[in-house]
């Protein structure tokens, strides 16, 4: 399912105009998206939560040189599944 189809799906199931369900999703997207960039979780009751995960930095290996070369820090997002979710994927 894609970003389309989901909108197409929220607006039938929420009985709204394709319009009004683009501008919930983009404005939920974009929500969860400043929260994460202020170092906040965001935590959705039964469907899971969103966080910031850092991944310290490691020395690598340049494929094409061989050299050894250092892999900053960086911050990735990261979603953890919740209860609700999980049983109702497995049901």
């Known amino acids: 399912m ?3 189809e989901l909108i197409s799906a929220i607006a039938r199931e929420a009985g709204v105009s394709l319009s009004d369900a683009s501008k919930v999703f983009d404005a939920t997207v974009s929500v969860i998206t400043k ?4 170092g906040d ?3 959705v009751i039964g469907f899971g939560t969103f966080s ?3 991944r310290s930095q ?3 290996r ?3 040189t061989g050299e050894s070369m250092v892999i900053p820090e960086s911050r990735i997002p990261a979603f953890k599944a919740g209860k609700s ?3 109702g994927i497995l049901s």
């Open 41 to 43: 979780k965001v935590q």
């Open 85 to 87: 979710l999980r049983d």
């Open 35 to 38: 929260a994460l960039k202020a």
């Open 62 to 64: 340049n494929p094409r």
């Open 2 to 4: 894609n970003k389309s």
């Open 52 to 54: 910031v995960r850092v």
């Open 58 to 60: 490691t020395t690598g």
